[in-house]
């Protein structure tokens, strides 16, 4: 189960199962994507996720497309289509912030109340208006701050279609916690000094003595290479990639890393 304040995580999944539409902000790899899944797991519901940083054509990610079918041309509607006339789906609009103005537009009227969509293509080109089922909800991702130079400022009237929730990186003890789910004891115990430099990261980052935290998802990918590397190997190779850049100010970010790292043994 993934880690995050009770009081918060159950208050979303109530506001979620109310059909409230919810956006959950934070930095990257922090476990948004992760959280709603098992929100909706927990819920008894199908979790659908749509990548909205992948919509730059709108109308066929979003709508759908046609296709040639013994020698006809047939219109074929879009998983998202297809998801929100599905009973009892959760589905999760995946980086939020990093979607074009047409996919924006086009999901507006599924987020408020009229929760349908026109679809010209369909019945012929007459047009069809597919309603959303009623018990499928709505939540987003985002990363926004100055850090995310791809992302966008969310249209304040889209982000007033959502109830916000903030997402911080958990600690070290908790992610711990979390690798022994999913592995066992004597996994997070071998991941420990890799915890403890995540845990660093994160206080010189507060501190304003280096440019980047490392995220909750560099450290769960780098778990299973446990079995085959050693601690200094995943380091230096993985880890300090973040930081190998060409800038005095990020090389010193690896230098304090490193450092810190020679300090325990790594």
Same mark, same amino acid.
């Given at each position: 189960?993934?880690?995050?304040?009770?009081?918060?995580?159950?208050m979303?999944?109530?506001l979620?199962?109310?059909?409230?539409?919810?956006?959950?902000?934070?930095?990257?790899?922090?476990?948004?994507?992760?959280?709603?899944?098992?929100?909706?797991?927990?819920?008894?519901?199908?979790?659908?996720?749509i990548n909205m940083?992948?919509?730059?054509?709108?109308?066929?990610?979003?709508?759908?497309?046609?296709?040639?079918?013994?020698?006809?041309?047939?219109?074929?509607?879009?998983?998202?289509?297809?998801?929100?006339?599905?009973?009892?789906?959760?589905?999760?609009l995946d980086?939020?912030?990093?979607?074009?103005?047409?996919?924006y537009?086009?999901?507006f009227?599924?987020?408020? *109340?009229?929760?349908?969509i026109?679809?010209?293509?369909?019945?012929?080109?007459?047009?069809?208006?597919?309603?959303?089922?009623?018990?499928?909800? *709505?939540?987003?991702?985002?990363?926004?701050?100055?850090?995310?130079?791809?992302?966008?400022?969310?249209?304040?009237?889209?982000?007033?279609?959502?109830?916000? *929730?903030?997402?911080?990186?958990?600690?070290g003890?908790?992610?711990?916690?979390?690798?022994?789910?999913?592995?066992?004891?004597?996994?997070?115990?071998?991941?420990?000094?890799l915890?403890?430099?995540?845990?660093?990261?994160?206080?010189?980052?507060?501190?304003?003595?280096?440019?980047?935290?490392?995220s909750?998802?560099?450290?769960?990918?780098?778990?299973?290479?446990?079995?085959? *590397?050693?601690?200094?190997?995943?380091?230096?190779?993985?880890?300090?990639?973040?930081?190998?850049?060409?800038?005095?100010?990020?090389?010193?970010?690896?230098?304090?890393?490193?450092?810190?790292?020679?300090?325990?043994?790594?």
């Open positions: 189960m993934f880690v995050i304040d009770d009081t918060k995580k159950q979303l999944a109530a979620i199962q109310s059909g409230k539409n919810c956006l959950l902000t934070g930095s990257t790899g922090c476990g948004k994507t992760t959280l709603c899944i098992e929100i909706a797991e927990e819920l008894g519901m199908n979790p659908v996720v940083g992948s919509t730059q054509d709108a109308r066929t990610s979003l709508i759908g497309y046609h296709t040639l079918e013994d020698c006809n041309t047939r219109f074929q509607v879009s998983d998202f289509i297809n998801a929100v006339q599905t009973p009892n789906t959760l589905i999760i980086e939020l912030s990093r979607a074009s103005d047409d996919a537009n086009i999901i009227p599924l987020l408020d *109340f009229r929760k349908d026109r679809v010209e293509e369909l019945s012929d080109g007459e047009g069809e208006t597919i309603q959303v089922d009623p018990t499928v909800r *709505f939540v987003a991702t985002a990363n926004i701050g100055l850090d995310y130079s791809s992302a966008r400022a969310i249209d304040r009237a889209l982000k007033d279609r959502f109830i916000p *929730f903030h997402l911080d990186y958990i600690n003890k908790q992610l711990k916690k979390y690798i022994t789910s999913l592995y066992d004891g004597e996994t997070s115990t071998a991941a420990k000094p915890l403890d430099v995540y845990d660093y990261s994160h206080q010189q980052y507060k501190e304003s003595k280096i440019s980047s935290m490392i909750t998802r560099m450290i769960l990918e780098c778990v299973p290479l446990l079995n085959k *590397f050693s601690l200094a190997d995943i380091l230096n190779n993985v880890l300090l990639a973040m930081y190998e850049e060409d800038s005095c100010s990020v090389v010193n970010d690896a230098n304090i890393i490193r450092e810190y790292a020679d300090s325990i043994g790594m």
